[in-house]
């Protein structure tokens, strides 16, 4: 009889509920009994988590107090060294930041036992593909000093990439990514979709769809700006920094929902006569929960939208943020031309099951 693998996952930190998070949940599906350890766990998520065996860093205490993530980068190698693995076989590492770094625990003799996968969302994003963060988030006396920080910070990235044993990819854009920013090689798995779930509840109405974090990259204000002109009607779901400001421009014709339950997302999506995907993702799984949902997406011909939306079948792809062009999809939008099974075929192909 041979003995049980011995599994411990680990996850950037839980501060938020995104598609990395959603991605976690299908992890502790597989391995329930594993420890997860994580930087820091948010105060309103840990009802949660309450059944997890969760184990977080020395960060905690201080973003228990001082719970603004983004600004306690600095104490982040800090943090991921404080964490302590328990022996395992296999640590499995999920990733959009840095806690492909933690360390694998030793034997006695102080050589590591563990076998190290790291599923990579995506190469930290503000130190490899997102320049302009320092500028979106640092105040202008500060910004010297934290890009030489960041270049600190990218160093350390680079040389905790190269102690990650096996890469797994979420898109063929990550793998991209991993190649050109960590010089390493990797598989690429698709992010689940749980078709299950995600099915049309009601009839189409007369309204689109933008939906997820309300982030200034994620050029949510274009696509108010172009339903403030063109005067349909607009749904918008999701939180974010750029939420007062979103409402404080929007016209009468666009609602916003704030955060909404999964089931309340799921009427949104089956309702939606179009869903608007107009950021650039890693791999970005809205479009295929929409498409599981009976709806067509409109979204950027970049990132991991090209795998996930096939145009002319399941949605159509604008080249650029070209506003005209952009408004004259939408207002040539025929949502009968999507079939509903050309749909469902779509977002089954990364269906949990599949995973």
């Known amino acids: 009889m041979t003995e049980r693998l011995r599994v411990v996952l680990a996850h950037d930190s839980f501060t ?12 502790h599906e597989l391995f329930p009994e594993a420890p997860v350890y994580t930087l820091v766990l948010d105060e309103k998520l ?70 190290h996968i790291n599923y990579c969302h ?48 979420n898109s063929m854009e990550v793998q991209t990514r991993i190649k050109n920013y960590y010089n390493r090689d990797s598989v690429v798995i698709y992010p689940p979709v749980d078709t299950q779930f995600w099915k049309p509840t009601i009839a189409k109405q007369d309204y689109f769809l933008l939906a997820g974090r309300l982030q200034a990259h994620k050029k949510n204000n274009l696509i108010v700006e172009i339903f403030n002109q063109a005067g349909l009607p607009l749904h918008v779901v999701g939180t ?16 916003f929902f704030g955060r909404v339950s999964d089931k309340d997302l799921r009427d949104q999506y089956s309702g939606a ?25 409109i979204g950027i011909a970049k990132g991991g939208t090209l795998e996930t939306v ?8 604008f080249q650029g943020y070209d506003r005209e062009k952009i408004k004259q999809l939408i207002l040539n939008w025929d ?21």
């Open 122 to 169: 995506a190469p930290t994003r503000f130190l490899w593909s997102d320049t302009g963060y320092v500028n979106q988030e640092v105040p202008l006396i500060l910004r010297w000093p934290a890009k030489f920080f960041l270049w600190q910070m990218k160093k350390w990235d680079f040389h905790a990439a190269q102690k990650v044993d096996k890469f797994i990819a």
């Open 310 to 317: 096939i145009p002319g079948e399941t949605g159509e792809l």
């Open 46 to 115: 840990k009802e949660k988590y309450q059944s997890w065996d969760m184990r977080t860093s020395k960060l905690q205490k201080i973003y228990n107090f001082y719970p603004r993530f983004q600004r306690l980068l600095p104490f982040i190698p800090w943090a991921v060294g404080s964490l302590k693995v328990e022996d395992c076989d296999v640590l499995f590492s999920s990733s959009s930041g840095f806690i492909k770094a933690i360390t694998k625990p030793k034997v006695h003799n102080g050589s590591y036992c563990a076998l």
């Open 16 to 27: 938020q509920l995104g598609g990395a998070e959603k991605v976690m949940d299908v992890f």
């Open 273 to 297: 006569k179009g869903f608007i995907y107009p950021q650039i993702e890693d791999a970005g799984l809205m479009p295929l929960e929409a498409a599981a949902c009976g709806t067509a997406t």
């Open 240 to 255: 974010g920094r750029q939420e007062q400001y979103l409402r404080s421009i929007a016209q009468s014709n666009i609602k």
């Open 335 to 355: 949502s009968n031309k999507y079939s509903a099974a050309k749909l469902r075929e779509q977002s089954e192909r990364f269906s949990k099951d599949k995973f």
